[in-house]
């Protein structure tokens, strides 16, 4: 039995010999056998395609497109209230100073991790995604990169706003720290008006109004 591809040529090559045969027929000054014969031939050839194109075999089934992973279901609209956060910080001192400056943004969901494999399984582990993670660049067992590197390879940011959080300013690092798809980054020491104004930009949260401003509307 002819491959699928045996078979694609020797198709090929009859229907070229029987356009040859159609276009001879047209010569006024042909001979009456040997039209006949080009007639013959040509029944003969279309028989012949049809028979192959019946029992050609099936053209391999093509391997499926890999799928991409799923959307992360929508969010919320969030507040510095209901917003989840990471801190990653190996420093006891940066860390428990970022957990005070968010509980001043009113950000009262804060969890921590000590090290970068303590962060990863965190965010591994988290069963309410995080919707911000504040990272340190340079921390035992995984770098900040490295958290986001395998928490991206893995699935698990889930649509988390990933910034990096350090003292380190040259732009190359900072340029491949973008390339890797890490949403931002803030370099010590932290500004605090900076830092509020990214978070609130980067979850999409409006300013709330203060008390004052509630108590006078």
Not at 88 to 117: I, K, P, R, Y
Request: hydrophobic share 40%; aromatic share 4%.
């Amino acid at each position: 039995m002819l491959t699928s591809a045996e078979t694609k040529l020797v198709v090929a090559t009859l229907t070229k010999r029987r356009a040859w045969l159609r276009k001879s027929l047209d010569d006024a000054n042909l001979d009456p056998s040997a039209r006949q014969d080009y007639m013959d031939s040509i029944k003969i050839i279309e028989s012949a395609i049809k028979k192959l194109a019946a029992s050609a075999p099936p053209p391999a089934n093509k391997p499926a497109k890999p799928t991409a992973p799923p959307a992360p279901p929508p969010r919320k609209k969030l507040t510095m209230a209901s917003a989840r956060v990471l801190i990653a910080e190996d420093n006891a001192d940066s860390a428990n100073l970022l957990l005070d400056v968010l509980q001043d943004f009113g950000m009262t969901q804060a969890d921590l991790a000590t090290d970068g494999m303590e962060a990863f399984d965190k965010i591994k582990r988290a069963k309410t995604p995080y919707d911000l993670i504040l990272c340190d660049w340079d921390m035992p067992e995984l770098t900040g990169l490295e958290v986001h590197g395998k928490a991206k390879a893995s699935n698990k940011l889930q649509g988390a706003h990933f910034v990096m959080v350090t003292a380190v300013s040259e732009s190359s690092r900072i340029r491949e720290a973008i390339q890797q798809g890490v949403n931002d980054y803030i370099v010590k020491p932290i500004d605090m008006d900076v830092l509020e104004a990214k978070i609130k930009t980067a979850l999409n949260i409006d300013d709330e109004p203060s008390t004052e401003d509630k108590k006078e509307s």
